[in-house]
Structure formats: structure tokens, C-alpha cells
């Protein structure tokens, strides 16, 4: 198996994407390519590793560019060959931890969609009570109709039973309320179409904290209100760890009680780290891609191969490609298109 990751991709990169891949490759089988500029990563990665190559492409898409049709002529750049590799069958998946709206915009325009899903989506765990829950869209899609938001729901429903097994994912719809009358007109015409839909296990509204019970498999929002929750747990998660980082070291009954609790505070620590979670699938193309934090240390880059392994061993794309009711979305397609 072959991974390819935009050696490019990203604030700290390309040094913490380097020692990523070199991280993965003494942990996994499977091999990395890594794009961008040759020289410079060969100057990085020293001495020849068997199972890292290396493809040129001098160009490199800068973190603060946005989605647009002249990427579509930046062949040599980095984030264009990584995906393209797994276009030509070179790679089986690819990543990324550069702009994530040109990373989507390629993706789409070079692996093309699933049939009748309208738009992609980032898919990502949330840490729960119980086990994660699966938010989407977290980022991919700013501005949404109803259709999408449909889409979205039809996509996680596939995407729980593929990684997570669960036959019948609970899946609610992120509102400010729980009540029927809650939410804007966005929320308000796909909670009635999904109410319609008898295949999924829909279970309404749920409110910001329901993530983290642990009582839903999937919530489905716009992917500015799920880019808004990701920054908002990843936020809680860092300040929880740094506050009773201050707690026990702010005295010595704390210091002492540090030392009694530290081996119970290292799942806690694990489970609230994005660096552990790796990257977030874009769902509704054809091919694995995955989109990583921006600020992504090596250990994420690390994890984020680890996931692109998992994906291709899981056979996603084929898998969710089945799992999704493509003739379902038709149908409703007519409704939606009606719907504000």
C-alpha cells in the first residue's frame, strides 16, 4: 500500500510531515510518497528510506488560499500531485494538512463525486461519554441548503456502519433547541424531510452538549456551525489539560496528587487530543482523502497516515459507495430542490 501526503501541507510544515511519515513507516507495512519540492525534502529526510519516495513538484498552494479555478492549473504544485497520484492508482489515498478548501476543491475536481451526492463533507470523532461521536460537515461546506444537509446525514448513517458497525446509528440534527419549533429555516425544512425518510433512525433536534453524551452515533450541521463546534472541543480539551496542569502544580498536595494520578490521566489526556484523531475524511468522492489540522504536530501526521491505512484496509470508498441509498437521495431530490 502507498500513502501520498503533501510533504507542504501545513504551518509547521514540511519538517513535522517528515517526521510523520518517518514515524508511520517504522510502525506500518505500507509506504509514503511525499510531494513537493525534491530537494528540500530529500535535504530533510537524509539518508535513503526504502519505503519513503519522494515526487517533485515545485509549487506549493499557500495556507491562506482559498478555493478557486486557477488551482486546477497548478499541476506541479504539491497538494495537486498528492492527489493525483491517487487518481492515476499510483497511491491509495492521500492527505493533506495544507488549506483545506483547495484540498477539497481538488479532490472533487480530480477524483470527481459519488453519484447524486451533491456535496463532499468532513466527517471527524468527537470525544463522548461514551464512544465518539461522528460530526459532519465539520468545515467542508460554509453555506447549505437542505439537500446537503441530507446528504450529509445519509453519508455519516453509511460511515458509522462502515467504521463503527452500529446497524441502526442514532442520528440527530444540531439545533439551538430540542423542541419542534427550534432552529432556522436551514434546520427547520431538513428536519422535515428527514422526519419523511424511514431509513434512517432520525432522531430529531439535539442541542451542542448531546455530542458529548454519548447518546448520538452522527450529528449532521452546516459545516460552519460543525467548524465552530471542532475549534470549540479542541479549545475545551487543550484548557481542561492546562488547568489542572496549573491545579497540581500549584501546591505540593497537588504536586504529590499528580503523581498518585497521573497513570489515570493519560487516556483523558489521549481521548481529548485532536493529535490522536489524525485527519477527517472528505465523504462523497471518489477516492480516500483525507484533510488534517492545519498546525498538525508529527504525531498527527503520524496518526493521520495510520487513519488513510485503516480507510483503504476498511475498503471505504467502495463500501460507503454501497451503504449510501443513492436512490433515495433521487427521490428526495425534487422535495429538497423545493424545500427554502
Do not use: W
Not at 475545551?236 to 497513570?263: C, D, H, T, V
Not at 488513510?308 to 429538497?336: C, T
Amino acid at each position: 500500500m502507498k500513502i501520498s501526503l503533501d510533504a507542504f501541507g501545513g504551518d509547521l510544515a514540511p519538517e513535522v510531515n517528515i517526521r510523520g511519515a518517518l514515524d508511520f513507516t517504522n510502525e506500518s507495512h505500507a509506504e509514503v510518497i511525499l510531494t513537493g519540492p525534491a530537494q528540500k525534502i530529500k535535504s530533510l529526510l537524509g539518508k535513503n528510506h526504502q519505503r519513503i519516495h519522494i515526487v517533485d513538484a515545485p509549487d506549493v498552494i499557500d495556507m491562506a488560499e482559498k478555493a478557486s479555478s486557477q488551482l486546477r492549473n497548478r499541476k506541479d504544485s504539491s497538494m495537486f500531485k498528492c492527489i493525483d497520484l491517487a487518481v492515476q492508482g499510483e497511491a491509495q489515498a492521500c492527505l493533506s494538512a495544507g488549506s483545506s478548501g483547495a484540498f477539497m476543491a481538488l479532490s472533487v475536481l480530480l477524483m470527481k463525486r459519488l453519484k447524486d451526492v451533491e456535496r463532499p463533507a468532513l466527517i471527524t470523532p468527537v470525544p463522548s461519554l461514551k464512544d465518539p461521536c461522528y460530526c459532519l460537515d465539520m468545515g467542508a461546506n460554509v453555506d447549505c441548503k437542505p439537500i446537503h444537509l441530507v446528504h450529509f446525514a445519509l453519508m455519516g448513517h453509511a460511515y458509522a456502519q462502515v467504521i463503527k458497525g452500529v446497524p441502526k446509528p442514532r442520528i440527530g440534527l444540531m439545533s439551538n433547541g430540542e423542541e419542534e419549533g427550534k432552529g432556522n429555516e436551514l434546520t427547520r425544512a431538513t428536519h422535515e424531510l428527514l422526519k419523511e425518510y424511514s431509513g434512517l433512525n432520525y432522531s430529531g433536534y439535539c442541542e451542542g452538549r448531546d455530542i458529548f453524551s454519548g447518546d448520538y452515533d452522527v450529528v449532521v450541521c452546516d459545516g460552519f456551525v460543525g467548524n465552530v463546534i471542532l475549534k470549540t472541543a479542541e479549545g475545551l480539551g487543550e484548557a481542561i489539560m492546562e488547568l489542572l496542569k496549573q491545579n497540581f502544580s500549584s501546591s505540593l498536595a497537588g504536586k504529590l496528587g499528580y503523581l498518585m494520578a497521573r497513570n489515570s490521566l493519560k487516556p483523558l489526556k489521549k481521548k481529548l487530543d485532536y493529535a490522536e484523531y489524525g485527519a477527517a475524511p472528505l465523504l462523497g468522492v471518489g477516492g480516500i482523502s483525507l484533510i488534517c489540522h492545519g498546525r498538525s504536530s508529527a504525531t498527527a501526521i503520524k496518526n493521520a497516515l495510520h487513519s488513510a491505512e485503516k480507510n483503504v484496509h476498511e475498503g471505504l470508498v467502495s463500501r460507503l459507495n454501497e451503504a449510501l441509498d443513492l436512490k433515495a437521495i433521487s427521490s428526495l431530490k425534487p422535495n429538497l430542490e423545493a424545500a427554502p
